[in-house]
């Protein structure tokens, strides 16, 4: 028996990350109680992911499917109800599917309280794509902080991580500290910042958005929001199972995530300013 799990080539650069892989992992584990698996499909774009679901409907190829990276009005779950494929969301939706919720904006909300208690009054945040509802509600929660928080929008990638920060650090004043929403754009950053010569936390605390191996082995060490992404799986197992088994749809919660401090945060330096932020703006 296989359980359904379609990436779009945009999406796709999720499955480098170390959450993503543990997920999936977790996810697997309680599917195989049943004897059945994870089927992992990227195709092109959204087009191609629909497509998918109405041939995986027509041929019964698979039993379910889990629903990933919920936009903001998303089509996907009333077109599997339409087609007749069981689902589980992992997201929050509007309608009454089963899912599997995240508090993201709590989460955001921790790491900023870190932030403030150690002195912090400006920080940036280089957040994942604007379209997701996920990033939606970190921002609410991010807006809502006392501290003042520049937000620049990224796409999960190293690239977009060096580009938010460049971003971040020619601004007036510039951020004392940076939230990444993904340990990959976070762990580019600090990589890129010790090209630079600027010093981490010296200079810049850093936080990661989910923590994973890539945080502990940075140099140094970014702290990072760790959410169990194994349990989460699992999570997400149990409510497939329940789908398959005729319950009444539920929202479960997926774990919290905690801030787990490390070397690349700690208090601001004396003096925000420094020279090397007019030269990252004309760089």
């Known amino acids: ?8 080539a945009g999406d796709a650069r999720v499955g480098v990350e170390p959450f993503f892989l543990e997920l999936t992992a977790g996810l697997d584990e309680v599917l ?19 497509d998918t679901y109405r041939r995986w409907a027509a041929q019964r190829s698979v039993a379910a499917v889990v629903l990933v990276n919920l ?51 400006v920080a940036g945040r280089v957040s994942g794509p604007v379209s997701l509802a996920h990033t939606t509600e970190r921002g609410a929660a991010a807006e809502a902080h006392p501290l003042t928080v520049l937000v620049i929008e990224g796409d999960y990638s190293a690239a977009s991580g060096i580009r ?3 971003t971040l650090l020619a601004a007036e004043p510039p951020p004392t500290a940076v ?10 950053a600090a990589r890129y910042l010790a090209s630079e010569g600027i010093p981490v936390p010296g200079r810049l605390s850093l936080i990661a958005g989910n923590d994973s191996a890539l945080c502990e082995l940075a140099v140094p060490p970014l702290s990072a929001l760790g959410t169990d992404a194994h349990e989460h799986g699992r999570v997400l197992g149990r409510a497939v199972l329940a789908v398959l088994d005729g319950e009444p749809p539920s929202v479960r919660a997926a774990p919290s995530a905690k801030v787990r401090l490390r070397e690349s945060t700690a208090p601001p330096p004396a003096s925000p300013a420094s020279p090397l932020a007019g030269r990252l703006r004309n760089g």
């Open 1 to 8: 028996m296989l359980i359904g799990l379609v990436l779009t």
């Open 32 to 50: 195989s109680e049943r004897t059945a698996s994870v089927f992992l499909l990227v195709v092109p774009d959204a087009a191609a992911e629909r």
């Open 71 to 121: 936009v903001h009005g998303d089509d996907r779950p009333a077109l599997l109800a339409e087609l007749g494929l069981p689902a589980v969301l992992a997201g929050r939706h509007g309608g009454t599917y089963p899912a599997v919720v995240t508090d993201d904006g709590r989460a955001v909300t921790a790491a900023l309280d870190v932030l403030r208690d150690l002195g912090h009054r």
């Open 164 to 166: 938010g920060l460049r």
């Open 179 to 188: 939230v990444f929403d993904n340990d990959v754009m976070a762990v580019a």
